[in-house]
C-alpha cells in the first residue's frame, strides 16, 4: 500500500512537470487527481499503526468499535492491539481488562474478554497487518506443547531465531472462544511459543493474531532492569519513541530462553503511557514491575515507509549471511549502517558504488537492521548473522 500510494504521487507530479515544461493547459482533473494521491499517500503512509479511543458513539457494552477504511467490511483482515493510557488528547485511562478482537461482520472491535463494558475513554495501539507479517494462529493438537499452558508458534519467519519481535492478540473468531488470560512468549531454542502466565490450559480452538517486525516498524527488545524501573513502569529508551509523544507501538512479554534472567512470570495486565520524555511499559492494577522481565516492541516508523518509496530496490546476498554479505542497489551505495536488536550502531561502512560487500564476521549471530543510504534516499532491510 505505501509503494502504491507513492508510486501514484510520484505519477501526478511527472504529469503536472510535463504539463508545465510543454506549455500545456492544467485541466482541474489533474489537480484533483493530484490532491486526491496526496491524500491517499497520507493515509497509506499512516494506517498501518494508529490509536482507537473507545467514546459512547462507538462503545457497546463490552465491545468498542474500530473505523478504519483498510478494516471495515475485511473479515480477512489481521490485526494485533495493545493498550495505550495517554495518546495525545487523551487525559489517560485505564482499562484493567484483557482485550481480545472480534469481527462482527461488517466491523473489527476491541473487546474485554472478562464480558465486563469496556471503558469509555479507553485507547488502544491497533496495528494492521502489512504484506505477510501477520497469521493467524488456532490452538489444536498438532501444535499443543508438552504442558497444555503452552501451544507453539510454527511460522518460518521465526522458527530458529531467538531474536525474532513476536506480539499476540487473543481472537475471538473463528471458535466463538473468550480467552480471559494473560500470555506470553518464550523460544525454546527452535521454536516460539505462546504461553499462559497462569499456566491455565489453552483451549483447542483458541485463536490468536500474531505479529511479526516487519515493513515500516523498527523491533525493539527492552529489559526492565532496577535502572529502568519506577513503582508500576519501566521507562523505554530508544531513538523513535524518544521525546516523541505521537509515537506508536505494540508490544509482547517475551519470557525469553531457559535460563536467563529474563525468565520471569508477568501475569499482569499491561498498557503503555507517555511521561513527558519517554514512553513506558505499566501495570494496568498499579503493582511493582516485574524486575528483569522483558518485552517485544513493534514500533511505528514513518521514516521507513518514506525511505522504501524513494530507495526502492536493495538486495542482501547470502542473507542469512555468516561473514560477509553483499548489497546491490538501483543507485551508488553511500554508506551502510548496521543496528542490533537493541537499536544500537554496530557498524558503518562507507561505499561508492551500487555493489558492494560488507564484512560482518565480527558481529554476533542474531538479527540486525540494515540501512542502506544512496544521497538523501535509504532504506532499511533485515539482516541475518549466522
Known sequence: MQKKGVNLLQLIQNELLLCITNSKPITMKTIFTFLLSISFTALFAQDIMFVHTATAGNTSADLTIIDHPSLNGNASAELVVSHVWNPPGSPGIYNEHRTGLYYDGSNWGVYNEDGTNIVEGSSYFIYIQEGSNMYVHVADAGNQGSDPSYTVLNHPDINGNPEAQVVVTTYYNPNNSRNDFTYGTWYDGAFWNLYTEDASTIQFGDAFMVAINGGVSVPYRHAATAGTISGNYTIINHPTLNGNPDAKFVF???????????????NKILGAWYTGSNWSIYTEDGSNFPENSEYDLIIYDDGLGTQEATLQQVALFP????????????NEITQVEIYNILGQTVKVVQGNSNKM??????LNSGTYMAKVTSGNASKTVKLIKV
Not at 542473507?319 to 538501483?330: D, K, L, M, R, S
Open 319 to 330: 542473507n542469512p549471511a555468516e561473514n560477509f554479505v553483499t548489497i546491490n542497489t538501483e
Open 252 to 266: 509482547m512479554h517475551n519470557w525469553g530462553e531457559s535460563g536467563q534472567p529474563s525468565n520471569v512470570i508477568v
Open 357 to 362: 560487500t560488507v564484512d560482518i564476521s565480527s
